[in-house]
Structures are given as C-alpha cells and as structure tokens.
C-alpha cells in the first residue's frame, strides 16, 4: 500500500505547474494537508506517472 506520508523533497522546482521533486502540482501541494488518504493515495499515483513523463527521478525508489 501506498504510503499517504507528505512526498515533499524538497525540490521544489517546477515544470509546467509540476513539481519536478514530488510530482504533484501546485493545486495538490497546497490541499495535501486537507486530503484525506485515499485521495492523498490518488495524488501519489497520479504524481508518480507525471515524474515517468517528465523523466525526473523524484521520489522514486530505484530497485
């Protein structure tokens, strides 16, 4: 299961409104807080296909 912990590492360099650090976008940064978890699990999945398409490494987990 995906953890709702705050993705946030601190490289906070934006791509066209995407963080290149966590992959979300701004709108989703400013609500994290507010989230519930299985939206906060949302946000995550969707913020890790964002990372894949801009190429950026984030805050994924080489295997």
Do not use: H, Q, Y
Not at 10 to 32: L, N, P, Q, Y
Not at 42 to 47: D, S
Not at 51 to 56: F, Y
């Amino acid at each position: 299961m995906i953890s709702t912990k705050d993705p946030c590492i601190s490289i906070c360099t934006f791509s066209d409104d995407i963080c290149v650090g966590c992959g979300r976008s701004k709108r989703e940064i400013r609500a994290w807080k507010k989230l519930d978890k299985a939206d906060k699990r949302t946000v995550l999945a969707e913020a890790e296909l964002r990372l894949l398409a801009l190429g950026a490494t984030g805050r994924r987990k080489s295997k």
